[in-house]
């Protein structure tokens, strides 16, 4: 089976761009055999082959990505990795209480993993940090949003902390938002850093990685899943796919992903006393179609990132046109939130794929004879991503767990209306909801 298409990536995944030159893992360039195929090497990817090699310790995992590792999706998003429910097509991110609840475990399993792959393979502690993250309110509707959600969490049992307009400011520098709501649970990662030091410590004789191999063809012949990239083929008896919305270029789940990009600028360093407030801290809109925020700060300076604007692409490519029209809303969310910074140059902007189901459930499972899918993360590639690849080398070992159990329970993706319905619905969908967003935008 040709794959057909690939996901664009404009711009630079900025979080890896920032980062040291780092030695190349190397393309793909004879033929080989292996235990395991794992194809994308994100958050998924390399979760699965963690687990692949706690589980099946003696095997052979092959690892492959179409781009340098950190520069695809997992180096374009804002790093929040969340515990909490954050459903992106709700009001308030919230849903049914037993249903979060479960959200919740599963959330908090993903973030355990990910804590002990820092741990044992010794990454860095600057990419991944708990620190928690806040819900900033700048309308009254905001407020509103931050207040349900607080009481859906109490509902939930879980620790809330509402701060007032001068306690935000004393965080983020910024008169702009009147309230805010911080959650403890929320872990902040530098993701590029992630990625690549997670891929770095687990390549080994056992464990390889190669990068700029993008795989053109799968099929199954002879007991063994043949996958072919431009030069060289990797032949597997089983392959976990962890390539999210990418999947449908497989030819798997059709109709039934939604493809939607998101955006972020950042900002060049500047010195960190330009700005009062704290030097690092994370904060998503009130409401989520608002303007996720943050500030990192190290010995070079401190940098701003804001991340707006959705929109949808079901041929996952974006127009040029479009790419303008969103870096001018983010200079004015820039302009807006830090007037004192005005003048300061945005050193990098980029979008970054995400992949929803209309049921927001992921896409996983086994999908063909020893083919696995560890795809569809929600709009929380870092967090759902982590989680789906760990499942994934579970199911495909035969290993049981109740977590796994759980996942198996879970619907498929729902299928899409028909066209134009879909893409008509969805872009206006997008656009009533960055509207009623206001301020929060």
Known sequence: MKVTGFPSNPGPAAWDAILPTRARFGALEA???????????????????????????????????????????????TGFMIDLPHDLASSDYGGDVSADKSIIA????????AQDMVDVLGV????????????????????????????????????????????MQDITGSTYYNGGLFTPGTVMLQPALFVRS????????RVRIYEQSKVVGLERANG???????????????????VNGHAQSFGHFKRRLVHVYTYGSMSKAFPTERLTGKENWGLTPADPLGSTVRRISDARGSRVIVRNRFTYEPNMTVN????DRVWRT?????????PELDGLEVEHRWGGHLCLSLNNVPAFGEIDEGLFSACCQNGLGTVQGTLGGMMAAELATGHHSDMLAQ???????????????ATFGARVRLMWGERQAGVEL
């Not at 997670?198 to 004789?205: D, M, Q, T």
């Not at 996942?407 to 066209?419: A, G, S, W």
């Open 31 to 77: 033929e080989e055999t292996s235990d395991w195929l794992v194809i994308g090497a994100g958050f998924a990817g390399l979760a699965a082959a963690r687990r692949l090699s706690q589980l099946a310790p003696g095997d052979k995992v092959t690892v492959l990505d179409a781009l340098r590792v950190g520069e695809g999706p997992a180096g374009r998003n």
């Open 106 to 113: 599963r959330n908090r399993a993903a973030i355990a993993f």
């Open 124 to 167: 860095p502690r600057e990419a991944f940090q708990k620190v928690g993250k806040i819900n900033g309110a700048a309308s009254a509707k905001g407020i509103q949003h931050n207040a349900e959600y607080a009481a859906h969490l109490t509902q939930l049992g879980e620790p809330s902390e509402g701060l007032d307009a001068r306690q």
């Open 198 to 205: 997670v891929a770095h410590k687990l390549r080994s004789n």
């Open 224 to 242: 063994l899943w043949h996958a072919r990239c431009e030069r060289g083929v990797v032949k597997a008896p089983k392959v976990i796919l962890a």
């Open 320 to 323: 040029p046109a479009k790419l």
């Open 330 to 338: 983010h200079d004015a969310s820039f302009k807006v939130r830090f």
């Open 407 to 421: 996942m198996q329970t879970l619907d498929t993706p729902k299928r899409l209306p028909p066209e134009p319905i």
